[in-house]
């Protein structure tokens, strides 16, 4: 039978009471562990922030129930099955977007899923797909930058890593869950959580499109935002959840609140007066699982039995949450549903495992950003090398910081001290593992923390940047900085960290930047004095070693922004691929321009690119010479889906790495479509590659897009695809096609 059909059979034996219980999901960080166990009894349908032996002995529980449902065990996952000291913690997911690396997200992704199964869990609440234009909001550490192409192919192969290519059932598939919907990171001011004004020709044509990637690419589960889109919140707008993702979209997965969503519609978002109201708004407009509102069950039983919530919408819900299970082979595969009793003593030793670190180390490689070099990096490529090093400030040594969001030091509540039962590099460890090999003295300085008004520890730094060569500062922020409800009103380094800078550019020792910084932030005077600057985000728990050994240039950089740096906050929202129109075009009082925009990144290599050209597998219809012939087109009902069906550019260029080292290049290419009948921005990512070449390479690349992808919202709110002229932007070269 299918699994479709065996989620129905099933459901068809459930009481009203067993169905509605089925669509709690209970936060274990606020319930009592025999609380849990009473949920887990009468049938909660899954649990979430609970690991290990607490949640085989829930699912020991719901097993005992009268119909054995098991639990379904979810987990902010999000750079590694961090919120577990055992476990491997990778780059935040800004960082690794840096590597514009699909094969090592992927595998990153597989990599948590492995960890995240042998703790008995099922299901992350991850990839984030939340657009980051405004950097003041707390979450851009969780996010994949600002490009919803770049996003969409991140959120893809995290899918197909966490799920196991569509293959759950196996032990170690997780389900994915892609958040937040919708348009979650656009709310007003970067305030988090707050109305995001987003109209719809927006909505469809920056938004929904990662999200159609994640359901394409089969995304179990899907998060309804916090927030509210024009002044309605998403879980309480059939039009975004029921008419748009579950019809339109295609998506037949379950939607999951956000943490207190329904509840939020009473005291926070004022628009139910009471919990019936809002789970009645909750189930009518498509939410199936409701994420920590316990008192939706006895409302909800109510408003069945009074007959205003129809049972066939409580058995939508509960047919998608069992056909997940079954998917899931939480039914079939016991190896999948652990608990106290059958608990295999021998683990498999995923959580942590040396082959994870190693995947660690390839991420994080790539994906730290080298932004500026002025020819003092590599360090200790000839006599010039330094000799005495002054390493100074908050962020050397700081292993909560480089950790960054969503671990075992943030969730579910904040302990700072608590410790990493796995490998953990900081820059400062990093550094003196080199100090013999490179026969260098390490003077360090910690000066302050990250959000300090003084600079406390400043004589002594100043001290060492007099009789040293060479200054490395490690700066950024800190977790009270960042995240959910830490929103900034500017992006300014603190006090204190601005008279560290202050100070070494008085000495005058030559200055090397690393930023451990959740997101970009104004570092516009620290790139004016420092000879070079590398940004390693949150750059998990071997970024240390891995930023030591670039410094040192035993590791090539080969990251590329996913994200712009204003030069100042005031500038904000600025990404790469605006409108154009502005009057103007810039401020009366300051630059228009980002300090560093979307795709910036040096190396120690160079790389020419060459000899582009270009193939159609299909007749090009556009006749650009003839005005009138041309407007005619353009007037005339435009091609359809069937139209485009297979239709791709296929562009061909050359790479030549004329350096002694190899190295890996990042290429981009954009398109500008140059008339529109709607305004379009003044280029678009369209297509990806990372390539490596060896020293004195050559390589040719062939890159296609699909005619698909030129389509725009047009007027109508419709998808089409007009013909006229594109220009494919590759690096410094340029190509305008009549399409
Ligand atoms: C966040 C979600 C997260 C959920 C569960 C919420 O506060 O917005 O992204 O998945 O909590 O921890």
Redesign the pocket.
């Given at each position: 039978m299918d699994l479709k059909c065996r989620a129905v059979e099933l459901r068809e034996k459930m009481s009203l009471e067993e169905k509605v219980a089925q669509m709690l999901q209970i936060?274990y960080s606020r319930v009592s562990h025999k609380e849990a166990l009473i949920f887990a009894k009468m049938g909660a349908g899954s649990f979430?922030?609970v690991m290990g032996d607490d949640a085989r002995a829930i699912q020991e529980e719901a097993l005992k129930s009268r119909l054995k449902i098991p639990v379904i065990f979810?987990?902010?996952a999000?750079h590694g099955h961090a919120l577990n000291s055992s476990s491997t913690v990778f780059p935040s997911p800004l960082a690794m977007a840096a590597s514009f690396d699909r094969n090592l997200v992927k595998s990153v992704a597989r990599a948590t899923a492995r960890e995240v199964s042998e703790d008995a869990l099922h299901w992350t609440?991850?990839p984030?797909l939340c657009i980051g234009r405004d950097l003041r909001w707390g979450?851009i550490s969780?996010t994949f930058g600002e490009d919803p192409f770049l996003i969409g192919e991140m959120a893809k192969v995290m899918i197909e890593g966490y799920q196991n290519d569509g293959d759950l059932k196996e032990d170690n598939g997780i389900l994915a869950?892609a958040?937040?919907f919708i348009a979650?990171g656009e709310s007003t001011g970067g305030r988090d959580?707050y109305d995001s004004p987003v109209p719809e020709r927006q909505l469809r044509s920056l938004f929904l499109p990662p999200f159609q990637k994640a359901i394409d690419a089969g995304v179990g589960s899907i998060?309804a935002?916090?927030q509210s889109v024009d002044l309605l919140p998403c879980s309480a707008n059939p039009y975004l959840l029921k008419d748009i993702l579950q019809k339109e979209m295609g998506f037949e997965g379950f939607v999951v609140t956000?943490?207190?969503n329904v509840r939020s519609l009473i005291g926070k978002q004022f628009v139910a007066k009471d919990i019936y109201e809002a789970s009645y708004k909750a189930i009518k407009s498509g939410n199936h699982m409701i994420?920590?509102t316990p008192e939706f069950y006895n409302a909800t039983l109510d408003l069945v039995k009074s007959g205003l919530v129809e049972e066939s919408l409580i058995d939508e819900a509960v047919d998608r949450i069992l056909k997940i299970k079954f998917d899931l082979g939480l039914f079939d595969n016991s190896n999948k549903v652990q608990t106290l009793k059958n608990k295999n003593n021998k683990t498999k030793g995923y959580i942590g495992s040396k082959a994870h670190e190693k995947l660690n180390e390839e991420i994080t490689k790539r994906a730290m950003v080298l932004l500026k070099n002025d020819g003092i990096l590599p360090l200790f490529k000839d006599e010039k090398a330094p000799k005495r090093i002054a390493l100074i400030g908050p962020n050397a040594d700081d292993v909560m910081n480089m950790l960054g969001d969503?671990t075992y030091f943030t969730?579910?509540e904040p302990k700072p001290s608590n410790t990493p039962k796995t490998k953990v590099v900081t820059l400062k460890e990093g550094l003196e593992s080199l100090r013999e090999k490179y026969d260098f003295d390490l003077y360090y300085e910690k000066v302050c923390s990250t959000s300090d008004l003084e600079a406390a520890g400043l004589k002594k730094a100043i001290r060492y940047a007099q009789t040293c060569d060479l200054v490395i500062l490690a700066l950024g922020d800190g977790l009270e900085e960042y995240g959910?409800e830490k929103d900034r009103a500017s992006l300014e380094l603190s006090l204190g960290q601005k008279a560290i800078l202050e100070a070494m550019v008085e000495v005058g020792t030559p200055i090397v930047t690393v930023l451990v910084s959740s997101k970009p932030l104004d570092v516009y005077d620290l790139a004016k004095f420092s000879s070079a600057m590398i940004y390693g985000f949150n750059w998990g728990s071997l970024g240390g070693e891995i930023c030591a050994k670039i410094l040192a240039g035993e590791i090539n950089p080969s990251a590329k922004l996913p994200i712009s740096f204003p030069r100042h906050t005031g500038q904000l929202p600025i990404y790469y691929n605006y409108l154009p129109g502005w009057h103007g075009g810039k401020y009366v009082d300051f630059h228009q321009s980002q300090l560093f925009e979307f795709g910036h990144g040096l190396s120690y290599s160079k790389v020419i690119y060459g000899n582009l050209s270009y193939s159609l597998n299909f007749k090009a219809q556009f006749d650009e010479d003839d005005p009138i012939e041309r407007l005619k087109r353009s007037i005339k009902t435009l091609p359809n889906e069937e139209y485009l069906k297979g239709k791709a550019i296929k562009l061909s260029f050359t790479l030549e790495n004329i350096s002694d080292i190899d190295c890996e290049e990042v290429i981009l290419v954009y398109v500008k479509d140059e008339i529109s009948s709607v305004i379009t921005p003044v280029k678009e990512l369209k297509a990806f590659e990372r390539v490596s070449l060896r020293a004195k390479e050559k390589k040719e690349v062939n890159i296609e897009i699909l005619l698909e992808q030129l389509c725009i919202i047009d007027g109508n709110y419709n998808k089409v695809f007009e013909n006229g002229d594109f220009t494919f932007i590759i690096n410094d070269m340029q190509l305008k096609l009549s399409l």
């Open positions: 936060s979430l922030h979810g987990i902010d999000i609440f991850s984030l979450r969780e869950c958040k937040h979650y959580s998060m935002g916090y956000d943490w207190e994420m920590n969503w969730h579910p959910e």
